[in-house]
């Protein structure tokens, strides 16, 4: 068949190899065959059907009276072991590799349908299809001892549009509660509520089949006593594991083989009641599956109805998908039924126009890939300690570091900050990244007790000294309203950086407790308070903690904030007025009280924030010396490792297995 260049090109690239339906004929033995009418090839793969004119409507007339057929065989008295070998034994050989695989009869009612595909019990020999190809699996299972093979089956029934369960009569299965539904997920399409039953034997699969069997919906009418009034599809699924343990992959298969009901005009069956209802949705799933294999041979079609109808839906992936398909067609040989003989004929050469996709169905053992990187581990671990005792490294452990381990870091750590450790040595990839975790810990810790430090030391400012206020509210110390930013509210609860002023009923009484605590402070006088190792000298005049480290400071703030807060006036010639600068009556503007405050009372502050910057720096350069140390060991790691991965390969080029 012509294809399009762009049709070319993604016919041969999305999967691989494709191949054509495999199409056969069964002609049913009768003793009136119409020799005249049907001939056979010499080579038994084609049928030409010759109709003779109607003589009472004249010998001019536009009527069809020739065809012929090319199909892969035509089985013409041909016994059932024939049948088998011709059409089924590869499909079900090729299955147990993890091929897929779908096995169709289709043909007119009495045809021979089900005795091709069941047989008959009263003889061995006239067993069909799928007595011979459960028969098959479990043989070659045998002929295989290096494979844990499991065989499940499964038996579906498509009556009036409707899906019933065959093996449901069984006591372990029970009736079911929810209907049975067809689902569609990326590994294909399968039956939600049809039980799939494990059969460790030959003889369990028969007694299965034969269950089935028996709750099979039948009918008679003229062309059938034993009419199949449904379709009927018996599944095989084959799942084999290699009993080598390395082996991670295993491969899954299934084999449909499918029954159809028979396809016959309603007038020549005459059926009547239920069996016309029956025949109704019959011949309406029969057309679906028909307009469905026309779409595939349409390589020009992008759309496949298959939802049309249960049976097309059910065998979605088993219609021109990853599988092997063979449709094995059953005919009459009488020139009675000639015409239901050239509308199977005409099905069966569509649906050698269908193409499919054979491909291996492999999946992962996740269970065996975890041993196997269990395994793969242990050996490299080995691997290391003897790298490591020959590199005189056998202290070196690539176990999980436990809480004692991650302490003993964490001490190297703050060692190596402080000065009092040089280095840190580097033992495996582990200790590293604990290392930088530790790293990361550690100059948290410091950054909080910095800004603690900060908090105790500057607790109480003064409300006049607008300078002060300002430079502790810029270093985000303080709020709004003049209260610490997370100063404890008396109950031992932070508060964030929600005020005082914000929480009803404790404004006032707060006030009244800091004055108190302020007139208590001016009666003691020289009295201290050690914050953070320094001594903190408390004014009498003034609200204000200020950090002070030479004692004749301090005695000379006392002297200045008492002579100010004196009631009797200074003589004017006092030395001390003359020194001291008159207190302006306004507040000075914001930058030029912080420039002040920073020159004079503010002067310790500048001074601690640029030491602990100064030794942030310092701890910053410290940890980047110490990350370019450990990537550089880091490097000479992986180059030692690429160099033991290359000894080990050319060892097992030198020593294969």
Same mark, same amino acid.
């Given at each position: 068949?012509?294809?399009?260049?762009?049709?070319?090109?993604?016919?041969?690239?999305?999967?691989?190899?494709?191949?054509?339906?495999?199409?056969?004929?069964?002609?049913?033995?009768?003793?009136?065959?119409?020799?005249?009418?049907?001939?056979?090839?010499?080579?038994?793969?084609?049928?030409?059907?010759?109709?003779?004119?109607?003589?009472?409507?004249?010998?001019?007339?536009?009527?069809?009276?020739?065809?012929?057929?090319?199909?892969?065989?035509?089985?013409?008295?041909?016994?059932?072991?024939?049948?088998?070998?011709?059409?089924?034994?590869?499909?079900?050989?090729?299955?147990?590799?993890?091929?897929?695989?779908?096995?169709?009869?289709?043909?007119?009612?009495?045809?021979?349908?089900?005795?091709?595909?069941?047989?008959?019990?009263?003889?061995?020999?006239?067993?069909?299809?799928?007595?011979?190809?459960?028969?098959?699996?479990?043989?070659?299972?045998?002929?295989?001892?290096?494979?844990?093979?499991?065989?499940?089956?499964?038996?579906?029934?498509?009556?009036?549009?409707?899906?019933?369960?065959?093996?449901?009569?069984?006591?372990?299965?029970?009736?079911?509660?929810?209907?049975?539904?067809?689902?569609?997920?990326?590994?294909?399409?399968?039956?939600?509520?049809?039980?799939?039953?494990?059969?460790?034997?030959?003889?369990?699969?028969?007694?299965?089949?034969?269950?089935?069997?028996?709750?099979?919906?039948?009918?008679?009418?003229?062309?059938?006593?034993?009419?199949?009034?449904?379709?009927?599809?018996?599944?095989?699924?084959?799942?084999?594991?290699?009993?080598?343990?390395?082996?991670?992959?295993?491969?899954?298969?299934?084999?449909?083989?499918?029954?159809?009901?028979?396809?016959?005009?309603? @007038?020549?069956?005459?059926? =009547?009641?239920?069996? !016309? +209802?029956?025949?109704?949705? $019959?011949?309406? /799933? &029969?057309?679906?599956?028909?307009?469905?294999?026309?779409?595939?041979?349409?390589?020009?079609?992008?759309?496949?109805?298959?939802?049309?109808?249960?049976?097309?839906?059910?065998?979605?992936?088993?219609?021109?998908?990853?599988?092997?398909?063979?449709?094995?067609?059953?005919?009459?040989?009488?020139?009675?039924?000639?015409?239901?003989?050239?509308?199977?004929?005409?099905?069966?050469?569509?649906?050698?126009?269908?193409?499919?996709?054979?491909?291996?169905?492999?999946?992962?053992?996740?269970?065996?890939?975890? @041993?196997?990187?269990?395994? =793969?581990?242990?050996? !490299? +671990?080995?691997?290391?300690? $003897?790298?490591? /005792? &020959?590199?005189?490294?056998?202290?070196?452990?690539?176990?999980?570091?436990?809480?004692?381990?991650?302490?003993?870091?964490?001490?190297?750590?703050?060692?190596?900050?402080?000065?009092?450790?040089?280095?840190?040595?580097?033992?495996?990839?582990?200790?590293?990244?604990?290392?930088?975790?530790?790293?990361?810990?550690?100059?948290?810790?410091?950054?909080?007790?910095?800004?603690?430090?900060?908090?105790?030391?500057?607790?109480?400012?003064?409300?006049?000294?607008?300078?002060?206020?300002?430079?502790?509210?810029?270093?985000?110390?303080?709020?709004?309203?003049?209260? !610490?930013?997370?100063?404890?509210?008396?109950?031992?609860?932070?508060?964030?950086?929600?005020?005082?002023?914000?929480?009803?009923?404790?404004?006032?009484?707060?006030?009244?407790?800091?004055?108190?605590?302020?007139?208590?402070?001016?009666?003691?006088?020289?009295?201290?308070?050690?914050?953070?190792?320094?001594?903190?000298?408390?004014?009498?005049?003034?609200?204000?903690?200020?950090?002070?480290?030479?004692?004749?400071?301090?005695?000379?703030?006392?002297?200045?904030?008492?002579?100010?807060?004196?009631?009797?006036?200074?003589?004017?010639?006092?030395?001390?007025?003359?020194?001291?600068?008159?207190?302006?009556?306004?507040?000075?503007?914001?930058?030029?009280?912080?420039?002040?405050?920073?020159?004079?009372?503010?002067?310790?502050?500048?001074?601690?924030?640029?030491?602990?910057?100064?030794?942030?720096?310092?701890?910053?350069?410290?940890?980047?010396?110490?990350?370019?140390?450990?990537?550089?060991?880091?490097?000479?790691?992986?180059?030692?490792?690429?160099?033991?991965?290359?000894?080990?390969?050319?060892?097992?080029?030198?020593?294969?297995?």
């Amino acid at each position: 068949m012509m294809r399009r260049k762009n049709d070319n090109k993604r016919y041969f690239t999305r999967m691989g190899t494709r191949k054509k339906v495999h199409a056969f004929v069964r002609v049913k033995p009768t003793d009136d065959f119409a020799h005249e009418m049907i001939k056979y090839g010499d080579d038994n793969k084609s049928i030409d059907i010759h109709i003779k004119k109607d003589l009472q409507k004249g010998f001019v007339n536009n009527k069809q009276t020739d065809w012929s057929f090319k199909l892969d065989g035509v089985l013409h008295n041909a016994s059932q072991d024939l049948v088998y070998e011709t059409v089924a034994k590869d499909v079900v050989a090729q299955a147990l590799d993890g091929y897929n695989g779908t096995i169709m009869c289709y043909g007119q009612t009495g045809a021979g349908k089900t005795y091709t595909m069941t047989g008959t019990t009263e003889n061995y020999k006239h067993r069909g299809i799928l007595p011979r190809a459960l028969q098959q699996v479990f043989r070659m299972i045998e002929e295989r001892p290096t494979h844990a093979i499991t065989v499940r089956v499964s038996y579906l029934e498509i009556y009036n549009e409707s899906l019933f369960d065959l093996l449901s009569t069984l006591p372990c299965v029970g009736p079911s509660v929810t209907p049975m539904t067809i689902v569609e997920n990326p590994q294909g399409v399968f039956i939600k509520g049809l039980s799939v039953h494990l059969t460790s034997q030959e003889e369990d699969a028969f007694s299965l089949l034969f269950e089935g069997e028996t709750n099979r919906i039948i009918a008679s009418h003229t062309m059938n006593k034993n009419s199949s009034r449904s379709h009927c599809i018996f599944t095989i699924y084959v799942e084999a594991h290699s009993r080598t343990l390395s082996d991670e992959k295993y491969i899954t298969s299934k084999i449909n083989l499918v029954d159809l009901a028979g396809s016959e005009r309603l @007038k020549k069956s005459g059926s =009547e009641g239920r069996v !016309l +209802k029956e025949a109704t949705y $019959i011949n309406k /799933s &029969l057309s679906f599956l028909e307009q469905a294999i026309i779409a595939l041979g349409d390589q020009k079609r992008d759309h496949i109805p298959f939802r049309q109808c249960k049976l097309t839906h059910a065998l979605k992936d088993s219609l021109g998908g990853n599988c092997n398909m063979v449709l094995l067609t059953n005919i009459y040989g009488e020139a009675s039924q000639l015409e239901e003989t050239l509308s199977s004929l005409r099905f069966a050469s569509r649906m050698k126009l269908v193409t499919t996709e054979p491909a291996i169905n492999e999946k992962y053992d996740a269970e065996r890939m975890v @041993k196997n990187l269990e395994k =793969e581990l242990a050996l !490299l +671990k080995q691997e290391l300690a $003897i790298h490591d /005792s &020959l590199a005189n490294r056998t202290l070196v452990n690539y176990d999980p570091m436990d809480e004692i381990q991650i302490a003993e870091i964490n001490s190297q750590v703050r060692r190596y900050l402080e000065g009092t450790l040089d280095e840190i040595d580097i033992i495996n990839l582990r200790q590293i990244q604990e290392v930088f975790n530790q790293f990361r810990v550690v100059l948290s810790q410091q950054e909080q007790e910095v800004e603690l430090t900060l908090r105790r030391k500057y607790t109480l400012i003064d409300k006049n000294d607008f300078a002060a206020i300002s430079a502790v509210q810029k270093a985000g110390l303080m709020d709004v309203d003049g209260h !610490l930013v997370g100063e404890p509210d008396g109950q031992g609860f932070g508060l964030g950086v929600t005020p005082f002023s914000a929480k009803p009923g404790k404004k006032a009484k707060s006030k009244k407790m800091f004055k108190e605590q302020l007139s208590t402070s001016a009666r003691k006088e020289g009295a201290s308070s050690p914050v953070g190792g320094k001594d903190l000298d408390f004014s009498t005049s003034k609200t204000q903690l200020t950090p002070s480290s030479k004692e004749g400071d301090v005695k000379d703030m006392l002297m200045r904030d008492r002579e100010t807060s004196s009631t009797e006036p200074l003589p004017l010639d006092s030395p001390k007025e003359e020194l001291r600068p008159p207190r302006p009556s306004t507040p000075p503007p914001k930058p030029v009280a912080f420039e002040d405050f920073k020159n004079e009372r503010g002067s310790e502050i500048n001074r601690i924030f640029k030491e602990n910057k100064s030794i942030l720096n310092e701890r910053r350069k410290r940890a980047s010396e110490t990350t370019q140390r450990i990537n550089a060991i880091k490097r000479e790691m992986d180059m030692t490792k690429e160099a033991l991965n290359f000894q080990k390969s050319l060892r097992e080029k030198q020593d294969p297995p």
